[in-house]
Every structure is written in C-alpha cells, then in structure tokens.
Nanobody, 118 residues
Framework: QVQLVESGGGSVQSGGSVRLSCAAS????????MAWFRQTPGKEREGVAA???????SYAESKKGRFTASQDHAKNTLFLEMNSLKPEDTAMYYC????????????RGQGTQVTVSS
C-alpha cells in the first residue's frame, strides 16, 4: 500500500527557511518519480520540483535558487528545502509519486501547510 506523509510545515517569517519531508512507504523512492507541488485556495495547483527515478531534479523556473529537492534513499524520504521565503510562498505543500516521469502524480500525500508572514 502506497503512502506519502508530509511534515515540516509551519509558520515562518519572510526571509526564513523551512524543510519539508515526505516519508514514503509501499514503494522505493529510488524506483519512482516523486514531486512537490503547492496549492492555495482559489488557485490552480503549482508544480515546485520533481525528482525522476534516475535522480535528476527539475524545478519550476520561479523556484530555482531558493528551493532544493533531495532524497534520502535509506529513509525512503523526499525533502524540500525552502529558503528566502516570501509571503507568496504561503500554501499547502504536497508530495506526489508515480512510476514514471509523465505519470508522477498517481499518489499524493495529505499536505503540510507553510505560512510565511511579512
């Protein structure tokens, strides 16, 4: 049974940093694509970063330089380090997983809220 559990969200001041975790079970993250995306009420879901099964990482253009995705295969966990946070980064952050790059959203976690205050 595939399960994704995000954690690490919270409230932070503008300019601060947060590290999100996505603990996976039911599959090996080294075998699948995993991704981070975010969503705020009334807006469409926005991709943040994706990690392919070969370890290659792609970022949404606006996230390059401030956000870093990484994996710990021993812990079967995906991370997202977010720095220089801005109020507009406030959102629910979700991780997703799937068996291929073009099918990286088969499973989703419940999300973790990040709130950035000015």
């Amino acid at each position: 049974q595939v399960q994704l559990v995000e954690s690490g969200g919270g409230s932070v001041q503008s300019g601060g940093s947060v590290r999100l975790s996505c603990a996976a079970s039911g599959f090996k993250i080294s075998d699948w694509c995993m991704a981070w995306f975010r969503q705020t009420p009334g807006k469409e879901r926005e991709g943040v970063a994706a990690v392919d099964d070969d370890g290659s990482i792609s970022y949404a253009e606006s996230k390059k330089g401030r956000f870093t995705a990484s994996q710990d295969h021993a812990k079967n966990t995906l991370f997202l380090e977010m720095n220089s946070l801005k109020p507009e980064d406030t959102a629910m952050y979700y991780c997703s997983a799937g068996p291929s790059w073009d099918n990286c959203d088969v499973y989703r976690g419940q999300g973790t809220q990040v709130t950035v205050s000015s």
